[in-house]
């Protein structure tokens, strides 16, 4: 049997939420951190930085979203950016993959997904019609808190 390839992230965005999901990726196996886009070049090549010293791969620092998509060396991307940010980051992605630019096969968004149910859809939308895997990366879905609180709502 063969190894498989390393599963290659770009993130979208480099504030706390982007360090806190890089000191989680230090203790997942085959994965890399390959490209990173902040509009802020400091932050953006920080952020390369950090993945250098954390030994998660190499990571390419760049000027635009369309330059992270499109760099080929990019398997998933993690939305990360602000939240009024997000649906103009999926119109993005869903148009470079859809017009063929860009090889990403994935997309993963922090919470909240979006501001707005309206948001939300769209966000939907747009990722299925791209035809990209996606995901949801929300950590207290399942917190025995949260869970015990819904099986308590939902026995009413």
């Known amino acids: 049997m063969s190894a498989k ?6 993130f979208i965005g480099s504030g706390f939420i982007a360090h806190f999901h890089l ?12 490209g990173g886009y902040s509009p802020t070049p400091a932050r953006r090549e920080a952020f390369a930085e950090a993945v250098a010293r ?11 979203l369309e330059a992270l998509l499109q760099a080929g060396d990019v398997d998933a991307v993690w939305i990360l950016s602000p939240n009024h940010t997000r649906l103009d980051a999926m119109e993005v992605i869903a148009a470079e993959v ?3 630019r860009s090889t990403v096969r994935a997309v993963a968004c922090e919470k909240p ?4 149910l309206k948001e939300a859809r769209a966000m939907l ?3 299925e019609r791209a035809g990209l895997n996606h995901g949801y990366l929300e950590n207290q879905v399942f917190a025995s808190a949260v869970t015990r609180g819904k099986e308590i709502i939902w026995r009413r």
């Not at 390839?5 to 770009?10: A, C, E, K, M």
């Not at 997904?113 to 707005?116: F, Q, S, Y």
């Open 125 to 127: 939308a747009l990722v």
């Open 98 to 100: 859809e017009a063929g």
């Open 113 to 116: 997904l979006a501001r707005t």
């Open 23 to 34: 000191q989680a990726l230090t203790g997942v196996r085959n994965v890399e951190v390959t």
């Open 5 to 10: 390839p390393p599963l290659r992230v770009g």
């Open 54 to 64: 954390l030994d998660l791969g190499t990571c390419t620092a760049h000027p635009s």
